[in-house]
């Protein structure tokens, strides 16, 4: 198959690196994979297309060119790119824009590819443009109209370990945020936002004052400086740091304390880490954790504080079922994907085949 994967965002966070893993996957198994991606000057160019296999051909759009009719002027200059998209059997969005960058491709080169597009965030109408739509979480189905819910198919999402050096980036980390073996420590791995919900976790931290625990926050964002403001001297800053999941194997406890997710890749790291997991109640979490013993209720400050200090009183709680990782794995996701992508065509090619055939009847009627 020949499939062109439209990411263009702008950013580089969960949802981009499940779109490489998946083209990594296609490309490995044979397929001829394209990537169109959008520059953004927060993320290095080398670096991004580090992420990617060798063979996969990936194209750049500009960061100001945010629309996807201005992306694709820019994109039919390449005569490479030209060439990739005539051979198209499958465009496969990443958010909403891209099933609209396939819809005009088609349009204005009289192609017939399909469209499939990921459905990583919520229900868009876009994706009304879209063949296939492929829901990360079971949950999210609830939230496409009846209409097209025919088209709707569940591809969890996975956990996708990249090879570093962990043990270098641990001591690495320890060193410069002064942890030691003496303390034990509660970790928040993601983006410093409300939607993530760091400033529960710091407001349920800051009224239990758990002695000889200290609070991490990985991760930068728009609410850095506010949540500075509420913090005590018990909770350290450690910034924005890639492939940090490694990390969470310091902790003792690792709360997950986001208010909406689609799916709960965080929490999917704490499992492979071993370590406590506390996580909100939201639709995405109670999909991937059966053990309700594990959940606090979304938004209440209170309900968290109650369970990071039965977790203290506990060393034992807080472990979740490692068997988790297994039903999430990109082996599972990707041949889940793989029997959509060839029913998919084989049932358009048999349509076109059939249409044919009656058009060549009527001809010679």
Known sequence: MNILHVITHGGWAGSESIAAAIANEQAKNGHKVTVVLRQNKEFSK??????????IKIFWTAQSETHPSNQINSLLKDDNF?????????????LPYGCLMGDMLKHKLSLNFLIFVSMHVRFHP???????????????IEE???KHQEKAHTIENFLFIKEIDTQKKIKLFMRKHHL????????FLGRLDLVKGPDIL????????????????IGDGPEMSALRKISSKEIIFAGKITDAACLLKLADITVVPSRFESFGLALLEAVNANTRIIASNIPSFTDILSDDKLLY???????????????????????????ILEKYSISNSYEKLES???????NTEKKSNHLESSEHKMEVA
């Open 46 to 55: 080398k670096v991004i297309e580090s992420n990617f296999e060798d063979s």
């Open 82 to 94: 030209v060439n990739a998209v005539n051979e198209l059997n499958v465009l496969h969005a990443h």
């Open 126 to 140: 876009l994706y009304e443009l879209a063949d296939k739509i492929f829901t990360v979480a079971k949950w999210q």
């Open 144 to 146: 496409i109209p009846k």
């Open 180 to 187: 030691n073996d003496k303390e034990k420590y509660i970790f």
């Open 202 to 217: 710091i407001r349920a931290f800051n009224r239990l004052r758990p002695a000889g625990y200290k609070l991490v926050l």
């Open 297 to 323: 209720e979304n938004e209440n400050v209170n309900s968290l504080s109650l369970k990071i200090k039965e977790y203290i009183e506990n060393p034992n709680l807080g472990y979740a079922d490692k068997l």
């Open 340 to 346: 959509i992508y060839l029913d998919q065509i084989s």
